[in-house]
């Protein structure tokens, strides 16, 4: 539908979900200059009764770390 911010829903049986927002330009600071850059946030959704939370960060983390260096996707670590 092209939202920016949505908020994924688990259903039953799902212990996690992800939903990919729409891609968009914004102003944003890199070395103390305004540059326009292509955005895009990602949302998640976890039980926590199934997920421990500092571990779905991690995640989070890692996977954000993927999308902004695509390389790392072909180093093992």
Known sequence: MGG???TPVINVLEVSIFGVNKAVKCAVVVDDQIVVRTMMNLSSSFDH?????FDAAS???R???MLEEPALLFIDD
């Not at 009764?49 to 939370?53: L, N, Q, Y």
């Open 63 to 65: 996977l954000k770390e």
């Open 49 to 53: 009764r199934f997920v421990d939370g």
């Open 4 to 6: 920016v911010v949505i």
């Open 59 to 61: 995640l989070i983390q």
